[in-house]
């Protein structure tokens, strides 16, 4: 692929935007390069991504300005929808997957971001939906999770004035879980990636659609949601060994590849 690198270690595996004469920018090819790699992780093997930007300026510029300059209300609905099926993919993807974001996260670098179930940035990082000035919406599910994922007010204030934000006012408004120095972002995402394949995979697949999928529906539907994820851990591999593993005082050994039972 020409602008995404993909490295599985062990169990978990960092996904780079590889674009960085335009800040990685998200064009047509790279949108549909991304599509391609998500969609063949292994996920028999991989139990948590990272998804980062190459150099040490940006994670995702947004999506590329020259190519959306030029088109029309038809191509610009098909060019929302392209991103918004591909971050779509990100979200309901089974594995977790933690966004690394290693500079600016603009526009649809910010809903990129979005899309990931984790965010930890740099300090150098800088963030903004600054599409008003563009003369265009968020389109890439900007409207929709920065309202979920901070306050509506906030995300309103955002999305209106375009201002964009540094890393501590991310931080401060739960749009990112943790700041680091520039040189220890990767090795933390990385490291909190290791945490999570360790372990169990079924366990940790059931929590994501438990989570996503409860806060789509109201409280009485969602326990539910949750209850049937409960249940279907019980008589796997992983709920036998962890649960004997504490009575007999061992240490439970994660399944090398994932499978159902
Ligand atoms: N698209 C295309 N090229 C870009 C983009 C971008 N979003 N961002 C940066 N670049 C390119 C520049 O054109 C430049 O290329 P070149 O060297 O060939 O001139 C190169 O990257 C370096 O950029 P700068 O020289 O501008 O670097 P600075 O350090 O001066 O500035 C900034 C960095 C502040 C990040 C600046 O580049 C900037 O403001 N970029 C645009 C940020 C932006 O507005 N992003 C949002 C875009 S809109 C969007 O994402 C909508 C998503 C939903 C789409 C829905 C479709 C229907």
């Known amino acids: 692929m020409a602008f995404i690198q993909y490295e599985v270690k062990d169990m978990i595996a960092v996904l780079t935007i590889d674009r960085p004469k335009a800040l990685n920018a998200l064009n047509s090819a790279v949108l549909d390069e991304l599509d391609a790699a998500i969609s063949a992780i292994d996920l028999n093997t991989v139990r948590a991504l990272v998804i980062t930007g190459a150099g040490e300026r940006s994670f995702v510029a947004g999506a590329d300005i020259g190519e959306m300059s030029k088109l029309t209300k038809a191509e610009g609905e098909a060019f929302g929808k392209k991103g918004n099926d591909v971050f779509r993919k990100i979200e309901t993807l089974p594995i ?42 968020p389109g890439f599910g900007g409207t929709q999770r920065l309202a979920r994922l901070v306050s509506p007010g906030m995300a309103k204030q955002l999305i209106y004035t375009g201002r964009n934000i540094k890393a501590d006012e991310a931080l401060r408004i739960g749009l990112v879980n943790a700041v680091y120095p520039l040189e220890e972002l990767l090795p933390a995402a990385e490291k909190m990636a290791v945490t999570i394949a360790r372990n169990a ?35 796997t591999h992983d709920q036998i060994e962890g649960m004997g593993c504490f009575m007999s005082r061992e240490k439970p050994k994660p399944k090398a590849v994932f499978t159902n039972n």
């Open 96 to 137: 977790p997957v933690i966004a690394a974001i290693n500079g600016f996260a603009l526009g649809g670098g910010n809903e990129l971001a979005m899309s990931c179930d984790i965010r930890l940035c740099s300090d150098t990082a800088v963030f903004g939906q600054p599409e008003v000035g563009l003369g265009i919406t």
């Open 201 to 235: 995979p079924i366990a940790v697949r059931a929590c994501k659609q438990a989570i996503n999928e409860g806060l789509e529906v109201g409280m009485d539907e969602a326990i539910v949601i949750e209850e049937k994820l409960f249940g279907s851990c019980f008589e």
